[in-house]
């Protein structure tokens, strides 16, 4: 079974600080994505890495960044965090491009 | 760009009947995959079940089943002989089978079976 897994479950940040978020998955999977979701909006896509070191821009890549050194590592930046991006994050993987997509659990994050 | 509908933000139904949730999507492709995917309360997001466009039977996987009907753009999903478990919030979604397009999600059906 592939096995999708985040750093943290539940996370409360300040405004302004730095916050790192971690995927890592177990299945060789090229492909790595973070999603935002927020309630009557779905999931929309941050930011997607096809390939170690290789990075794309999703549709709300403001305000974020990310990091793929390691083909099993995925990991979320906020620079400086903001209220408006309380959320939950979700972070996918996949074989390829247009194959399933095997989620981790989420993280619900609060910005104060 | 290709959008997905879901028209159903809630639904309910009773233990053991069956429930139709809604999805259209908007693309001018021929070839794509589109998918239900289910998260239950406070737990993972995990695929229920997946279609190929270029396929004319609809997919089935136990007691879910799609009606796809590629020239309307909608697919549904069936559940059948629903259960507790079933209780979740379900997603639609889509990605062309070209480029580096991006899964297209809808925007939820938040579904509750009661007992």
């Known amino acids: 079974d592939v096995k999708v897994t985040q750093s943290s479950r539940y996370l409360v940040k300040r405004t302004g600080e730095k916050v790192f978020l971690e995927c890592v998955q177990d299945m060789d999977h090229e492909n790595m994505f973070w999603y935002r979701q927020d309630p009557g909006l779905g999931l929309r896509l941050i930011y997607f890495s096809y390939d170690v070191k290789m990075k794309e821009k999703g549709d709300i890549p403001e305000g974020y960044s990310v990091s793929r050194e390691k083909k099993e590592r995925f990991s979320l930046i906020l620079e400086s965090a903001s209220t408006n991006q309380t959320s939950m994050y979700l972070c996918a993987s996949s074989f390829r491009y247009q194959e399933t997509q095997y989620f981790g659990p989420g993280t619900r994050l609060l910005v104060l | 760009a290709q959008t997905v509908t879901q028209s159903q933000p809630e639904m309910s139904v009773q233990e053991a009947e069956t429930v139709t949730l809604s999805c259209t999507y908007d693309?001018?492709?021929?070839?794509?995959?589109l998918f239900w995917y289910k998260q239950p309360p406070s737990r993972q997001m995990i695929l229920v079940i997946r279609?190929?466009?270029?396929?004319?039977q609809n997919a089935t996987e136990n007691r879910f089943s799609v009606n796809f009907q590629k020239a309307a753009k909608s697919f549904s999903l069936k559940i059948s002989d629903s259960q507790l478990g079933d209780t979740a919030m379900y997603f639609c979604a889509f990605i062309s089978n070209f480029g580096n397009e991006k899964l297209t999600f809808g925007t939820g059906t938040r579904l509750t079976i009661i007992p």
């Open positions: 693309t001018s492709e021929n070839n794509y995959y």
């Open positions: 279609q190929e466009a270029y396929k004319q």
